[in-house]
């Protein structure tokens, strides 16, 4: 009877529920293709599976037809709460959505909460993915020392909470009511999006405490400081027109399409995901309408839905149901629309060489391109240099499918001057391969280098130095040839698997070195910077490397700033003025 009924269910979106012998609803389900989906349950012949056992115990089915997946979120949620049928268990009492508690209490804690569940207290949320509330839980206790206990009882010595600095231990005493309560209401300003008062505050005790003498209560304080402004500068761009918002970024890269949702709440980024999809398929609708409807109902009216797209797509326009749900920032879905500072921090969060190829077709077509077998292990490297300054080089690691951060090495250039990557690439490479013929470090299958014929080479003179017999390739960039130790050259465009899986290994290997060359020269600008101030002892350079890391920051800040944390004022002048000079 439900197989006769399914060949006159329409290609449609929609909520299905089936039913027992007596009319009861056992299952509710939503369905972007309602045939598609109710295909799927009668079909299945996996006991263990559970829509087997839902038709096994269903005498019918039925449906409704709605406009578009948001609907029939929304109307699943109102019939699983309406029917509380046995096989849903997620929605029956909203525990798919928690909220943050901070409770109401002589010495409050933050909790995590379900709609129903009645705790006395300000109330935060809801959190969608609920991973995000947990997050943000684990953040305010490293931040504001909130205690973690269920109950508050008096103890004679405080838990592990309290040694490793994630508790004030009020359960011994050792805080005050009064200060107690200034680390309750910093979390309410964090939860509420009121850090810049509460940052101004804290500057101001810090001085007060230490013109009191009263150095471990401002060194607390000033480990605060830190911590809230290294988090309210990571989304305060967002602070001002969009302090709540999902924000979805897209772009093509390496031949793939990867994505980033960022979830800003009260302009603090606590929640970030990542995606990606095949262009050989280029729009999977159902991955995007996951991605991009999920618990969109249950948002708040004020928080604004977007989607950032960079790339050309002439012949790959996303399906406009795709973009029904949200609101846009600009008139259109181009990121031309878009600040570019903000475009480039949301840039920043996106997962950077980390494609998930097929494994079994990348390893056919290399075969057949190169007719060798597919290496298990390859070594990639690259070097990093800004005129000469802070020459670096890189090697990351591929192995079986997988980037293998512990494997990873970072070399400072010793003996090359100035500008020449040939001998630096030789420097590395032999420091490398030495380890290698050693057998202090795993032999790779496959060794790939940044660059071109040169570069290769080098590469080859070095492998053969140490009778050493792995294969050698070079990469060159923007024609994305491919160089072989055998003179071959192989132009990966033609190739699609050979193609992502060359560029995302450079491209991989690049931001790695380039991230190390630039701290290697801002810790050479820093040390120049502050040779000869006088006044500035290890202590106090210390506490400016940890407010500023890096040098820019510290150009863009004002005296009043470096003396609110501790650097006398003609000293902080002195500092900005050659920081500055340094930067023109």
Same mark, same amino acid.
């Given at each position: 009877?439900?197989?006769?009924?399914?060949?006159?269910?329409?290609?449609?979106?929609?909520?299905?529920?089936?039913?027992d012998g007596k009319g009861r609803v056992i299952y509710v389900g939503k369905a972007r293709s309602l045939k598609n989906r109710l295909s799927s349950h009668l079909n299945c012949t996996n006991p263990n599976e559970k829509s087997y056992r839902i038709v096994k115990n269903a005498a019918d089915f039925d449906y409704i037809v709605?406009? &578009?997946?948001?609907?029939?979120?929304?109307?699943?949620?109102?019939?699983?709460?309406?029917?509380?049928?046995?096989?849903?268990?997620?929605?029956?009492?909203?525990? /798919?959505?928690?909220?943050?508690?901070?409770?109401?209490? $002589?010495?409050?804690?933050?909790? =995590?909460?379900?709609?129903?569940?009645?705790?006395?207290?300000?109330?935060?949320?809801?959190?969608?993915?609920?991973? *995000?509330?947990?997050?943000?839980?684990?953040? =305010?206790?490293?931040?504001?020392?909130?205690?973690?206990?269920?109950?508050?009882?008096?103890?004679?010595?405080?838990?592990?909470?309290?040694?490793?600095?994630?508790?004030?231990?009020?359960?011994? #005493?050792?805080?005050?009511?009064?200060?107690?309560?200034?680390?309750?209401?910093?979390?309410?300003?964090?939860?509420?999006?009121?850090?810049? &008062?509460?940052?101004?505050?804290?500057?101001?005790?810090?001085?007060?405490?230490?013109?009191?003498?009263q150095f471990e209560r401002a060194a607390i304080l000033r480990d605060q400081l830190i911590a809230i402004k290294n988090i309210y500068e990571r989304g305060s761009i967002f602070f001002e027109d969009h302090p709540n918002c999902d924000v979805f970024y897209l772009e093509k890269r390496n031949g793939l399409f990867l994505g980033?949702?960022?979830?800003?709440? *009260?302009?603090?980024?606590?929640?970030?995901?990542?995606?990606?999809?095949?262009?050989?398929?280029?729009?999977?609708?159902?991955?995007?309408?996951?991605?991009?409807?999920? #618990?969109?109902?249950?948002?708040?009216?004020?928080?604004?839905?977007?989607?950032?797209?960079? #790339?050309?797509?002439?012949?790959?326009?996303?399906?406009?149901?795709?973009?029904? *749900?949200?609101?846009?920032? #600009?008139?259109? =879905?181009?990121?031309?629309?878009?600040?570019?500072?903000?475009?480039?921090?949301?840039?920043? *969060?996106?997962?950077?060489?980390?494609?998930?190829?097929?494994?079994?077709?990348?390893?056919?077509?290399?075969?057949?391109?190169?007719?060798?077998?597919?290496?298990?292990?390859?070594?990639?490297?690259?070097?990093?240099?800004?005129?000469?300054?802070?020459?670096?080089? /890189?090697?990351?690691?591929? $192995?079986?499918?997988?980037?293998?951060?512990?494997?990873?090495?970072?070399?400072?250039?010793?003996?090359?001057?100035?500008?020449?990557?040939?001998? /630096?690439?030789?420097?590395?490479?032999?420091?490398?391969?030495?380890?290698?013929?050693?057998? $202090?470090?795993?032999?790779?299958?496959?060794?790939?280098?940044?660059?071109?014929?040169?570069?290769?080479?080098?590469?080859?003179?070095?492998?053969?130095?140490?009778?050493?017999?792995?294969?050698?390739?070079?990469?060159?960039?923007?024609?994305?040839?491919?160089?072989?130790?055998?003179? $071959?050259?192989?132009?990966?465009?033609?190739?699609?698997?050979?193609?992502?899986?060359?560029?995302?290994?450079?491209?991989?290997?690049?931001?790695?070195?380039?991230?190390?060359?630039?701290?290697?020269?801002?810790?050479?600008?820093?040390?120049?910077?502050?040779?000869?101030?006088?006044?500035?002892?290890?202590?106090?350079?210390?506490?400016?490397?940890?407010?500023?890391?890096?040098?820019?920051e510290l150009a863009e800040a004002s005296v009043d700033e470096l003396v609110r944390i501790g650097i006398p004022r003609k000293v902080a002048e002195e500092v900005l003025e050659k920081v500055r000079n340094c930067q023109t």
């Amino acid at each position: 009877m439900m197989r006769e009924k399914l060949q006159t269910v329409p290609d449609a979106p929609g909520v299905y529920f089936f039913k027992d012998g007596k009319g009861r609803v056992i299952y509710v389900g939503k369905a972007r293709s309602l045939k598609n989906r109710l295909s799927s349950h009668l079909n299945c012949t996996n006991p263990n599976e559970k829509s087997y056992r839902i038709v096994k115990n269903a005498a019918d089915f039925d449906y409704i037809v709605v406009k &578009n997946e948001r609907e029939a979120l929304t109307l699943e949620v109102e019939l699983i709460k309406k029917h509380l049928p046995g096989f849903n268990v997620l929605l029956k009492d909203d525990k /798919s959505y928690p909220h943050i508690v901070i409770t109401d209490e $002589e010495f409050p804690t933050v909790k =995590i909460v379900r709609k129903k569940e009645s705790v006395n207290g300000k109330r935060f949320g809801p959190f969608i993915p609920p991973k *995000n509330a947990r997050v943000l839980k684990e953040l =305010i206790h490293k931040v504001f020392r909130l205690r973690k206990c269920k109950e508050l009882t008096k103890r004679s010595k405080p838990c592990l909470q309290y040694y490793i600095d994630r508790c004030t231990a009020p359960c011994c #005493g050792y805080v005050s009511k009064s200060d107690y309560r200034k680390q309750v209401e910093g979390a309410l300003s964090f939860l509420t999006g009121n850090v810049k &008062n509460y940052i101004n505050r804290l500057y101001n005790e810090i001085e007060e405490a230490a013109e009191n003498l009263q150095f471990e209560r401002a060194a607390i304080l000033r480990d605060q400081l830190i911590a809230i402004k290294n988090i309210y500068e990571r989304g305060s761009i967002f602070f001002e027109d969009h302090p709540n918002c999902d924000v979805f970024y897209l772009e093509k890269r390496n031949g793939l399409f990867l994505g980033v949702k960022l979830t800003v709440r *009260n302009g603090i980024i606590y929640g970030k995901e990542t995606f990606q999809f095949d262009p050989i398929d280029p729009w999977d609708e159902n991955l995007l309408l996951e991605v991009f409807t999920y #618990g969109v109902n249950e948002i708040n009216e004020d928080v604004v839905g977007t989607i950032w797209i960079e #790339g050309t797509y002439e012949d790959e326009e996303p399906p406009e149901e795709i973009l029904t *749900n949200f609101r846009y920032i #600009g008139n259109d =879905i181009s990121a031309k629309e878009i600040p570019e500072e903000i475009l480039q921090f949301v840039r920043k *969060n996106r997962t950077v060489g980390r494609v998930n190829l097929n494994l079994e077709n990348l390893k056919s077509e290399y075969e057949r391109v190169f007719l060798d077998t597919f290496p298990e292990r390859v070594e990639v490297f690259d070097i990093s240099t800004l005129q000469g300054t802070g020459t670096v080089g /890189s090697c990351v690691v591929w $192995e079986k499918g997988r980037f293998v951060k512990d494997d990873y090495r970072r070399y400072k250039v010793k003996t090359v001057k100035g500008v020449n990557d040939y001998a /630096s690439m030789e420097e590395v490479l032999t420091r490398r391969f030495r380890r290698i013929k050693n057998g $202090e470090v795993k032999k790779p299958d496959l060794v790939l280098i940044d660059g071109g014929i040169g570069q290769l080479n080098v590469a080859i003179k070095v492998r053969d130095t140490f009778g050493l017999d792995f294969r050698v390739f070079s990469i060159a960039k923007k024609e994305e040839i491919v160089y072989t130790d055998d003179g $071959e050259v192989v132009e990966t465009k033609k190739y699609p698997y050979l193609f992502r899986f060359f560029t995302n290994l450079r491209d991989e290997a690049h931001r790695f070195a380039v991230t190390f060359n630039r701290k290697v020269r801002n810790k050479l600008m820093v040390k120049s910077v502050f040779d000869g101030i006088r006044g500035l002892g290890v202590k106090r350079r210390k506490i400016l490397e940890k407010f500023y890391p890096d040098i820019r920051e510290l150009a863009e800040a004002s005296v009043d700033e470096l003396v609110r944390i501790g650097i006398p004022r003609k000293v902080a002048e002195e500092v900005l003025e050659k920081v500055r000079n340094c930067q023109t």
